[in-house]
């Protein structure tokens, strides 16, 4: 069914039962989804257009455009001390942003020991 490492191959249904795990997101957002079922293609056009956020893109927007599959993520248990946890959890995705700090520590790191490297080999006899 799966692959060694745990993900499913492209196209394998995922076998997983229906159990809500976890809370339910309290997120509240502005869309009027009932006066967007309603509106017309016309209608939603216009407001488009009229939207000063949207910024429509063009061929050379796309030019440099590539695809990034992002990395498998592996769920782990991980024991934090509670004052930083709940510090993490003030806003929304604080996996991710956990992710992203330990990332950075990684990548530092590995810059440092390329730099070691480098340093050794000039220095080398």
């Known amino acids: 069914m799966g692959m060694k490492d745990g993900s499913l191959p492209h196209g394998d249904r995922n076998h997983m039962n229906d159990e809500v795990t976890g809370d339910k997101s309290i997120i509240e957002t502005e869309t009027d989804w009932a006066k967007l079922r ?24 796309w030019q440099d455009a590539r695809v990034v599959i992002p990395q498998r993520k592996v769920v782990v248990t991980i024991r934090l001390d509670a004052d930083l946890l709940e510090w993490l959890r003030r806003e929304k995705g604080y996996q991710t942003r956990i992710n992203a700090v330990l990332r950075a520590y990684m990548a530092a790191q590995v810059r440092k020991e390329a730099n070691r490297e480098v340093s050794y080999n000039v220095h080398k006899p």
């Open 38 to 61: 309603q509106m017309t293609d016309e209608e939603i056009h216009v407001a488009l257009q009229a939207d000063t956020d949207l910024h429509p893109t063009d061929e050379a927007f």
